[in-house]
């Protein structure tokens, strides 16, 4: 959990879908720590308070999807958290 003065410093937002596997699926819409508070293991304890609640819900996997231009890809900041980047997957809007 994040304490109110870590809240100010960062922000994270997981949507749960609906059972339509075989399981429900999360995935994590945002997740930013303010610049200033970067490296101090606050995005890292956002991702493990979104992981343990999507377990205790019983989702089968978590998605996201990041900028390659954001710095949290350049320094792979998912990836050493365990996530695996999904590289033949198409990423596609529509704009009204």
């Known amino acids: 959990m994040c304490s ?9 937002l997981c949507l749960l879908a609906p059972k339509f596997l075989s399981a429900p699926e999360g995935f994590v819409s945002e997740l930013f720590v303010d610049q ?3 490296g101090q293991g606050i995005g890292s304890l956002l991702l493990d308070t979104v992981q343990t609640e999507a377990r205790v819900r019983g989702c089968s996997r978590l998605m ?3 900028s390659r231009e954001r ?12 996530w695996i ?10 704009k009204l």
Do not use: D, M, P
């Open 85 to 94: 980047e999904r590289e033949n997957i198409a990423n596609f809007i529509y």
């Open 4 to 12: 109110k003065t870590l809240a100010l410093k960062s922000w994270g």
């Open 36 to 38: 200033a508070h970067r």
């Open 71 to 82: 710095e949290s890809y350049q320094r792979q900041f998912y990836q050493k958290q365990g």
């Open 64 to 66: 996201l999807v990041n």
